[in-house]
């Protein structure tokens, strides 16, 4: 997996938020998580990427995110819509990840607790 913003891979930015935040296990007050991907666009002749950039430091300085920040601090982060432009949904759905007491009923097919301390 080579996509990611070119110093972190996509798995580590992308599964919590695309997963990982859905289970009960990891949000157990079911808070909302959108997601807006910004594809990493770097100019060419710009050493910090220039106004497209998704490097997840000079990403800070990026038009649409000060938009995004701007809408949620005015109360209106419910008209932000997802948007997802590269495959972690794919890439997310193999991660095996379980809410608590399911891990052993996968394994044997029955419910219950798992025996470990």
């Known amino acids: 997996m080579g996509e990611g913003d ?3 891979n996509l798995l580590s930015t992308g599964y919590m938020c695309n997963r990982g935040w859905q289970v009960k296990r990891y949000n157990p007050a079911g808070v909302q998580v959108t997601v807006v991907e910004m594809p990493h666009e770097p100019e ?5 990427g220039g106004p497209k ?12 995110l000060n ?3 701007l809408k949620v601090a005015a ?3 419910s ?3 997802n948007y997802v432009a590269s495959n ?7 991660v095996k990840i379980y809410e ?5 009923s996968q394994e044997t097919g029955e419910k219950g607790e798992s025996g470990r301390l």
């Open 6 to 8: 070119g110093t972190v």
């Open 44 to 48: 060419r002749f710009s050493p910090r």
């Open 53 to 64: 950039t998704a490097d997840h430091v000079d990403i800070l300085g990026r038009q649409n």
């Open 67 to 69: 938009e995004l920040i």
């Open 75 to 77: 109360g209106k982060g």
């Open 79 to 81: 008209t932000i819509s």
């Open 88 to 94: 972690i949904r794919k890439y997310a759905a193999r």
């Open 100 to 104: 608590e007491g399911e891990e052993e």
